[in-house]
C-alpha cells in the first residue's frame, strides 16, 4: 500500500494501524439479563471499511502525514460490524467470520442486525428482508453464527422502533399499515429475545432513537412492547449526533420510566419526564421544553438546558413506587464531539436533514465500558456508526436534487459508502481530539 511513499511516512502511518493487533480496552460484557454488566475486556476491532485504505495512502503519498494518522486512528479505533443483508447461511457465515476474528484479539465484538423489512421509511438505508418470515430466518442464521460461548454485544435495529411504519405511512403506500407495524414490533421482539436467550454471553440493546426525537414515554412504550425487559436494555444515538451528556440524561429517564410503567399499553405521554417538559419538584414545576442543541444539566443556568425539574421529579416518583430502574444502555459516540448539527441562519432549506451528513462534526468519545459515576446505567460508549461513512446523497430538501450544498454541491456517496471529506473532517475535529 505504501509503495514510493517515504519512508518516514510509511513507518507512521503504519503504527497507527498497529491499533488493530492491540485493541483499545474497555469493551461491555456480560449475561444478556437486565442486571449490570460484568467487568470487560477489549473492544474488537474490524477490517479497515473499504476506502479508508486509500485515502490513507493518499494523504501519505502526498505529505499530508498528519491527515494520515488522522484517518489511519480513526479506523481502528473499535467499531461495530453491521449486517444488513444476505440470507440466513449468509449471514451466519459472515458473523461467525466476525466471532472468530473477535476471539484471535481476544475482544469482545459489537454487531448491529439491520434488516428488518421496509426498513428507514424508503429513505438512503432503505431496505431489509423480503417478510417477516425471512427476517427470523435470518435472525436464525445469525443466532447460529454467534454462537452460545463467546460474549458480544448486538445492537438491534437502529430506528426500527423509532421509525415504525405508522410514523410514515406514505412510504408503504397500499399496504395495511397496522399490520406492517405489528410486524415491525414483532420482529425486533423475536430478534432481541431469540439473541438473548440463545446466548447468555450476549448483550443485547434494542434501538431506541435519540434524545432529539421521541418523548421518553413514547420511547418506553415501544421498548416495552418490543419485549426490551427480556435483554439487557436499548441503545442510543446510533448515527446520529446528539450531545453525550443529553443522552446519558435521556436515557437514564427512559429507563427510569420502564421501571415506573413496564406495560406498554397503559403509558401515556404525560407518564414521564422528558425532554419537552422540564418541570419538577427542584424548580418547583416550572418547566418547558428542552433545547436539544445546547449541553444539559442540573446546574445549567439557561432554563432550556437545565435537567434538574426532571431529575427530581423521576427520584420523588421512584422512592414513591419503591422500584428501581434496571435497563442499561448504550451510546453511539463516534460522531458526536461536537453535538447536533444547526444550519446557518442564511440557508432556506426545504429539509435541512440535519442527520445527513451534516458539515463541522467531529469523532466523539472512544468507546468505553461505565464511563461515567453520574450515570450508573450507561452501560458504555461505543462507536457503532462507521465513521467515515456516508449517510446518504443529502439534497437538504430540494425535490429532484443529487447535490449537497453543504459539501460544495457534490453528490454524497451512497449510504454506507466511504466518504474521504467527511471521515478527514471527523477526524481533525474529534472531541476529545484523537
Known amino acids: 500500500m505504501f ?20 485493541p483499545l480496552t474497555g469493551a461491555a460484557a456480560a449475561p444478556a439479563t437486565p442486571t449490570h454488566a460484568s467487568s470487560p475486556t477489549r473492544y474488537y476491532v474490524p477490517p479497515l471499511p473499504d476506502g479508508s485504505a486509500a485515502q490513507i495512502a493518499s494523504l501519505a503519498r502526498t505529505g499530508q502525514l498528519t491527515d494520515a494518522l488522522l484517518v489511519a486512528k480513526e479506523v481502528t479505533t473499535p ?3 453491521w449486517f444488513t443483508s444476505g440470507t440466513a447461511k449468509q449471514v451466519e457465515k459472515s458473523v461467525r467470520t466476525t466471532m472468530q476474528q473477535a476471539a484471535r484479539q481476544r475482544a469482545v465484538p459489537t454487531l448491529v442486525v439491520y434488516n428488518a423489512p421496509g426498513r428507514d421509511c424508503s429513505q438512503y438505508s432503505s431496505g431489509g428482508a423480503g417478510s417477516d418470515a425471512a427476517y427470523r430466518s435470518w435472525i436464525d442464521g445469525f443466532v447460529r ?14 430506528d426500527g422502533l423509532a421509525n415504525l411504519p405508522s410514523d410514515c405511512p406514505a412510504a408503504y403506500p397500499g399496504q395495511d399499515i397496522a399490520a406492517l407495524t405489528a410486524g415491525r414490533i414483532a420482529d425486533v421482539k423475536y430478534a432481541g429475545t431469540t439473541i438473548a436467550t440463545r446466548n447468555r454471553h450476549a448483550q443485547v440493546y434494542l434501538d431506541a432513537g435519540h434524545s432529539g426525537w421521541h418523548s421518553v414515554a413514547d420511547a418506553t412504550a415501544r421498548l416495552a412492547k418490543a419485549g426490551v425487559g427480556g435483554v439487557r436494555g436499548f441503545s442510543l444515538n446510533v448515527s446520529n449526533y446528539q450531545w453525550t451528556p443529553n443522552l446519558s440524561e435521556y436515557g437514564t429517564w427512559i429507563s427510569n420510566c420502564l421501571a415506573l410503567h413496564p406495560d406498554a399499553a397503559t403509558t401515556t405521554p404525560t407518564d414521564c419526564g422528558d425532554q419537552y417538559y422540564s418541570g419538577g419538584p427542584a424548580n418547583d414545576w416550572q418547566g418547558g421544553a428542552l433545547d436539544g442543541s445546547k449541553v444539559w444539566s442540573t446546574t445549567a443556568t439557561d432554563p432550556t438546558a437545565n435537567v434538574a425539574g426532571i431529575d427530581s421529579r423521576y427520584a420523588q416518583e421512584l422512592q414513591a413506587a419503591g422500584v428501581r430502574p434496571t435497563a442499561g444502555f448504550v451510546l453511539d459516540t463516534s460522531r458526536n464531539g461536537r453535538g447536533p448539527w444547526t444550519p446557518a441562519v442564511t440557508t432556506d432549506y426545504p429539509d435541512p436533514q440535519t ?5 463541522g462534526r467531529g469523532l466523539g468519545a ?3 465500558a461505565h464511563p461515567s459515576s453520574a450515570y450508573p446505567l450507561l452501560d458504555a460508549y461505543l462507536w457503532i456508526k462507521t465513521p467515515g461513512q456516508s449517510d446518504g446523497q443529502c439534497n437538504r430538501g430540494f425535490a429532484g436534487s443529487t447535490t449537497d450544498p453543504e459539501w460544495g454541491g457534490i453528490t454524497d456517496p451512497a449510504a454506507g459508502a ?10 481533525r475535529l474529534a472531541q476529545p481530539a484523537l
Open 418 to 427: 466511504w466518504f474521504p471529506q467527511q471521515a478527514l473532517q471527523l477526524a
Open 366 to 368: 472512544r468507546p468505553a
Open 145 to 158: 453464527g454467534l454462537g452460545t460461548k463467546q460474549q458480544a454485544t448486538v445492537i438491534v435495529e437502529p
Open 3 to 22: 509503495n514510493r511513499i517515504p519512508a518516514r511516512i510509511a513507518v507512521a502511518v503504519t503504527a497507527a494501524a498497529l491499533v488493530v493487533a492491540t
Open 79 to 81: 467499531q461495530a460490524v
Open 355 to 359: 442527520w445527513c451528513n451534516p458539515p
